[in-house]
């Protein structure tokens, strides 16, 4: 496993093709900061012994100790740990661990390359597991490059004016192929290791060009990366670690990029588009019931901090909204070891979550997103963006009538208020409060794609005849499905 400084060399070592406001920068630009202290945290809990058996795992591959979050999952246990270890980073970087991008989009593969294999007699799955085997070995980081740009969302992608609204199969060659488009609100992309590509969506046989997956390096030709990184101000004298984090966005550009045959794992089948992009996007609602609760955590602790700053951590209409946050985040959370318990052993061996309850967790954190700001902007006042800036706190003339401003607890020093009320305004109002909110709602799939999901896994037939029953239409209730169902053993 790869140290903090080892990863940051590897990607120093990377080609420029990162594009920040209108420079061509490298992986060291300082606007990235805050993004790569995110990751070299799941690199340095590597190396601490009281991490052990929950950041690291044993491969299934290789049988050697490697990061979890280069891990498939192979039981519920896995899962659960794979759900405690995102809790806990997420938590000690201020929410989105980030990371988890990868190893959701290695355990899509590694099951739909199993599937395409057993229906088509194609050799996806042989090779993607070595490529996996590689991943592993070099504790590799990777983004999930899935979101395509969509174009006009009414028509199909065959059907789009501009080809490059997805991604998508410009020529087969014998030795590979090459590939054309965009990939949007890629996630850490700038300073990943790998960039994973897979399909957004249900494809149609016209579609065929646009049924691709494959790994690349992210510093790849003819790949360009336009980022947007999101980050805080640093501060002069009341620093924090949480102005030391950061995340970023990328649009993907793929500019007739070649993909070496070895490194791609779909190429044109079609029917398994959907089954590929819901196989990540199970994976990774299932890793927010963990993420999420840490957001709600973060949430929870600086209000309940606000309140004690303002002396009126108490006060009974405090302490009820408090319990809302706690209450949305640990449901979230429940939900995720529920869908552990009764998830699925796939073919591949990689052991999959339970569809409904990932996606009744995801669902409930990004309708409950803006009440859990709401809910700290209401403790806390409007203190969040009055605050004057670091500077006066410091400026001997002005930092005299500051000491009043923070003086409301008598509990409380002058310095520990200073932080207190710098740390809402990070938290509540700035741009990564916005990143979060947003995030909140729409990363990993917006209220309706868990909706979606939840209908197509819902048997509503099953519902109706309970209430027939009830109601006297049915003599009978059939409860042989329910009664057969049981969680999976742990291991």
Known sequence: MRTPEEYCSSLNKM???????????????????????????????????????????????????INRFTHLAQNPLDLIKKQKMIRLTATRVGGCIQRCMGQDAIAALSVATKEMDEKLDTEYHQRFMSYLREYQERDWAGACCQTDSKGDRIKRPHEQEDPDAYVHIVEEKSDGIVVSGLKIS????????????????ALTEKDRYYAVAFAIPADWENVRLITRPAGLRE???????????GVSESVVVFDNAFIPKERVFMCGEWKFGRRIALLFANSHRFSYTGCKPAVSDVLCGTAALAAEANNIERVSHVTQKLSEIVGTGELAFAAGIAAALYGEKTSSGTFTPNETYANVGRRLMGEFIYHEFNILTEIAGGLS??????????????KKDLEKLMKRNPQMSYEDACRVWRFVENVAASSMASWYQ?????????????????NIETDYESKKNVAKYLAGINEELDQSKQLKSMPCDLS
Request: charged letters at 25%; proline letters at 5%; glycine letters at 10%.
């Open 385 to 398: 963006v009055t605050l004057p800036f670091e500077d006066d706190f410091l400026q001997e003339v002005t």
């Open 15 to 65: 080609k420029r093709n990162v594009y920040i406001g209108g420079d061509k920068v490298g992986r060291d630009d300082p606007r990235l900061l805050g993004n790569l202290k995110v990751m070299q945290t799941t690199f340095q809990l590597a190396q601490n012994t009281d991490w052990e058996g929950v950041i690291t795992a044993e491969s299934s591959i290789t049988g050697k100790i």
């Open 186 to 201: 890629i996630t850490m992309a700038a300073v990943a290791d790998e960039l994973l590509v897979i399909p957004t969506r």
């Open 438 to 454: 947003i995030a909140g709602v729409h990363g990993g799939g917006s209220p309706i794609m868990e909706t979606i999901a939840l």
């Open 235 to 245: 501060r002069k004298k009341f620093k924090c670690p949480y102005t030391e984090m």
